[in-house]
């Protein structure tokens, strides 16, 4: 287009060169350089970026997340979709817009990994997800955002503010598996508590009051600290045999303590891991942490590992 527009103005500029002074051919030739300029200026401003048409796109359309499915247990179906609609500006329906929907697929070295997909509204101006049958259990979210190009930086930040989120939970078909806890607790100075395994207890508590049963505390303390995981899993077989299909283990240390006017603070740091006894295959991770204060310095640390304790026992539902 550049090339035809210069071909066109040099013809003109031919004929008045044939016309005019050698002056005025100059003075010509100025002007119309300047005049070409101003038009590619014009056209290439005229023309929206990819950022921009996706701007518009999304200025547009008013999202919405309508359902959500009930929690299903690992290896069975949801039993509904997740529901969502799309209107115009006017509160009408907006058939054939595309969304991506980046959801939980499965597990990698105990973390979640995500899959992503695109789903596209209805003469209504829904959309629906019905997640595959989960492999995994999962306590995490699902996102929806209009579907672009998010390799570049500026879309991926227009799709990041416009995001719907919505929980994605899937509960383990464990519960009634048998399974044993081995968790290590550190007292201030940094060293391991041998005589009284308090966080093992208060999580087993936990578990049985979300529905577990066949679990119990295994003493693995040596093999917990040293950190080898094949030394844990050899020990735990020896102890326990064919009779549990997984042990949570790791370890709950003091991360921080003070004493200030409101009495003692003490924040925990957990560090745990779920090994399937049978493959001895790492199926969940997880590093948390709790705060708890109290006039009394001893009930403060009670209350952090009591609070520690049942956050990681939901985990565990939703995580192995």
């Known amino acids: 287009m550049k090339s035809v527009l210069y071909k066109g103005i040099y013809i003109s500029l ?12 100059k003075t010509a ?20 970026s990819e950022s921009d048409l996706y701007a518009q796109k999304v200025a547009s359309a008013k999202i919405s997340l309508i359902s959500t499915p009930k929690e299903p247990i690992k290896g069975r179906i949801f039993t509904s979709p997740y529901t969502l609609q799309v209107l115009d500006s006017e509160g009408k329906a907006v058939e054939g817009f595309e969304l991506s929907v980046i959801y939980p697929s499965g597990r990698e070295n105990g973390s979640i990994a995500f899959a992503e997909t695109a789903i596209l509204t209805d003469s209504e101006g829904k959309a629906t997800f019905l997640p595959p049958t989960p492999t995994c259990s999962f306590n995490s ?15 991926a930040k227009i799709a990041s503010e416009n ?11 464990l519960k ?18 041998t005589s009284n395994p308090v966080s093992s207890t208060n999580i087993l508590m ?8 066949r679990i119990g505390n295994i003493d693995l303390t040596n093999q917990v600290i040293s950190g080898n995981d094949a030394k844990t899993l050899e020990k735990a077989k020896a102890l326990v045999g064919n009779n549990s299909s997984f042990l949570l283990f790791g370890t709950i240390k003091i991360d921080s303590y ?40 001893w009930t403060a640390l009670d209350n952090a590992r009591k609070e520690i ?10 995580g192995i």
């Open 14 to 25: 031919a004929a008045t060169t044939l016309t005019f002074s050698c002056a005025t051919t």
């Open 29 to 48: 030739t100025k002007n119309e350089t300047q005049e070409i300029k101003t038009v590619i200026e014009s056209t290439e401003k005229a023309e929206p």
């Open 141 to 155: 979210e699902i996102s929806f955002f209009p579907r672009g190009n998010t390799s570049n930086e500026e879309i």
């Open 163 to 173: 995001t719907i989120k919505a929980p994605f939970r899937v509960q383990t078909d």
């Open 176 to 193: 009634s598996a048998g399974g044993v806890i081995a968790i290590v607790d550190f007292n201030q100075n940094g060293k391991p508590i």
């Open 206 to 213: 936990s578990l049985m009051k979300l529905g577990f049963s």
């Open 258 to 297: 003070e004493r200030n006017d409101e009495g003692s603070c003490y924040k925990l740091l957990a560090e745990i891991k779920c090994m399937n006894l049978k493959t001895g295959e790492i199926t969940f991770t997880s590093e948390k942490t709790v705060s708890a204060t109290d006039k009394s310095d």
């Open 309 to 318: 304790a049942k956050d990681i026992a939901n985990e565990i539902k939703y």
